[in-house]
C-alpha cells in the first residue's frame, strides 16, 4: 500500500505515528509544510519539517509536542548574554545542532529536499520525507499597519492581533520539491492529518501543481476541530482570517468536493453528516483525540478503511 500524506507538525506527527502502527507494511511518503520556515541567528529552521522527524524518529519532546526530548538550554542563555535575539523563539541545544548541519547543507549548495534527506539519515522516521518545495516559501501575516512572519504572530504575540490575510510568500513561484509530484500521483490514496487548514495544509497547496494533483487523487481529510474548537493551536484564529467558521462541517466545505473525498469527524460532529455543504463529501465519525499511540492508530485505521471503500 502506498500512502502519501500532507503534513504540518504537531498534530500530523502525531497522526503519522498512528499511520506507520496502523499500516506497518505501507510506503508512506509526507509531504511536510515548509510555510512555517524561518532565519533565526543566522540558521535555517523548519519546524514542521523537524517535528514529523524528531516524532517519528524517537526524540521528540512529548510533553511539548515539539524540540527535542531532554533539552537544555546553554546556547540561549549565552545569546541572550550577548543581547542577541529575537528572544521569543527559543531554541535548544540539540535543536541548534540540526539547523547547523541544515543550513551547511544549504550553503553547499544542496537543497532543502536532499537536506532533509541527510538529517532523515540519523531519525529513520520509517517515512519517506519531503518538503513540498526546494523554493523559499515563507507564511507572512497581514496586520492593519505591518507584515510579518508568522512565527512571530503565532510565537511571540500568541495571534492576538486581528489578521488582515495570511499569505504563503514565495508560494506562486514555486515548484514542487523533486519526488513530490510522483508520490501523489503513484499513491493508493492522500491523507490529509488533524493539521492547520489555513498555514499547513494550505501552503502545501498553493505551490503551482500540487493541488491539482491532489485533486486526482482519492483523498481522505481527519478533522483538527472537535466540536467548536480546535484540538490544538490557533486554527480558530486562522480560520476566522480567511472567513471560515470553527467547525468540522465547515473546514470540510472550504477544502471542498473537488479536494477532498471523505472526512473524519469526532463523534460529537456526527450531524455533519446531514449538512448540505457536504453532501459529495462522504463523512464518517468516531473518537478523534489522539490520546496515545492506540487512539492515534484507530484514527489512522478509519482514515484508510474510509479511503480505500471511496476507491471501490
Not at 155 to 164: E, F, Q
Amino acid at each position: 500500500m502506498r500512502i502519501t500524506v500532507l503534513a504540518g507538525g504537531v498534530g500530523a506527527a502525531r497522526f503519522l505515528r498512528g499511520l506507520k502502527a496502523a499500516a506497518p507494511g505501507a510506503q508512506i511518503t509526507v509531504i511536510g509544510n515548509t510555510g512555517d520556515d524561518i532565519t533565526l541567528f543566522g540558521l535555517r529552521v523548519c519546524p514542521d519539517l523537524d517535528t514529523v522527524m524528531y516524532t517519528l524518529g524517537g526524540g521528540i519532546s512529548e510533553d511539548q509536542g515539539w524540540g527535542r526530548a531532554d533539552e537544555t538550554f546553554t546556547i540561549r542563555d549565552e545569546l541572550r548574554a550577548y543581547g542577541a535575539g529575537p528572544s521569543w523563539f527559543t531554541l535548544g541545544d540539540r535543536d541548534f545542532a540540526t539547523h547547523i548541519v541544515r543550513t551547511q547543507l544549504l550553503t553547499e549548495g544542496k537543497p532543502l529536499s536532499e537536506a532533509t534527506r541527510v538529517l532523515c539519515e540519523r531519525w529513520q522516521p520509517g517515512v519517506r520525507l519531503l518538503p513540498m518545495s526546494d523554493d523559499t516559501i515563507e507564511t507572512h501575516v497581514v496586520l492593519e499597519d505591518s507584515v510579518i512572519h508568522f512565527q512571530e504572530w503565532w510565537v511571540r504575540l500568541h495571534a492576538p492581533a486581528p489578521a488582515k490575510a495570511i499569505v504563503p510568500v514565495g508560494a506562486a513561484e514555486a515548484s514542487p520539491a523533486p519526488g513530490v509530484a510522483e508520490a501523489i500521483a503513484g499513491a493508493d490514496f492522500v491523507l490529509f492529518p488533524p493539521s492547520n487548514p489555513v498555514v499547513s495544509i494550505g501552503p502545501i497547496l498553493a505551490v503551482p501543481g500540487i493541488r491539482e494533483a491532489v485533486e486526482a487523487q482519492t483523498v481522505v481529510g481527519v478533522s483538527g476541530i472537535i466540536g467548536s474548537a480546535p484540538v490544538r493551536g490557533m486554527a480558530d484564529v486562522c480560520l476566522a482570517t480567511i472567513g471560515v467558521q470553527t467547525s468540522a462541517a465547515a473546514v470540510a466545505a472550504h477544502y471542498g468536493a473537488d479536494l477532498i473525498d471523505g472526512w473524519l469527524v469526532d463523534e460529537q460532529d456526527k450531524a455533519a453528516a446531514d449538512d448540505p455543504a457536504l453532501a459529495d463529501i462522504a463523512v464518517r465519525a468516531l473518537p478523534l483525540y489522539m490520546r496515545d499511540l492506540p487512539s492515534a492508530a484507530a484514527i489512522a485505521q478509519g482514515a484508510i478503511d474510509l479511503a480505500l471503500e471511496l476507491k471501490r
